[in-house]
């Protein structure tokens, strides 16, 4: 099981952008990264292609950000948390928030 979905509410705690919170937009297994919405925005400059009917131009984007870099978000608490994983009394696993024992997927 994953610590870290797409979908999830996480916190930057270190880069740039430290203390800016977004959500999970893609996961990136093979290297450990992970593409969240509106965190870590890069400029790409883009070549027009008439074929496919694309403009050129300067394009904002979100780059990957490694998995160390961010937390997730605890509501509870306000604050980034580490998440661990459990076995629950009818054999599933769940993540939970290691500072207050209260389960991430509710």
Avoid: C
Avoid at 76 to 81: F, L
Avoid at 82 to 105: P, Q, T
């Amino acid at each position: 099981m994953q610590k870290i979905k797409k979908g999830d509410d996480v916190i930057v705690i270190a880069g740039k952008d430290k203390g800016r919170r977004g959500t999970v937009v893609r996961v990136l297994h093979d290297n450990d990264k992970v593409v969240v919405e509106n965190v870590n925005m890069i400029k790409k400059h883009v070549k027009a292609n008439p074929q496919r009917g694309e403009s050129g131009g300067i394009q904002s984007k979100e780059a990957p950000l490694h998995i160390s870099n961010i937390a997730h978000y605890n509501p509870a608490t306000g604050k980034g948390d580490r998440v661990g994983i459990k076995v629950l009394e009818d054999g599933r696993k769940a993540r939970f928030y290691k500072s207050n024992n209260e389960l991430v997927d509710g």
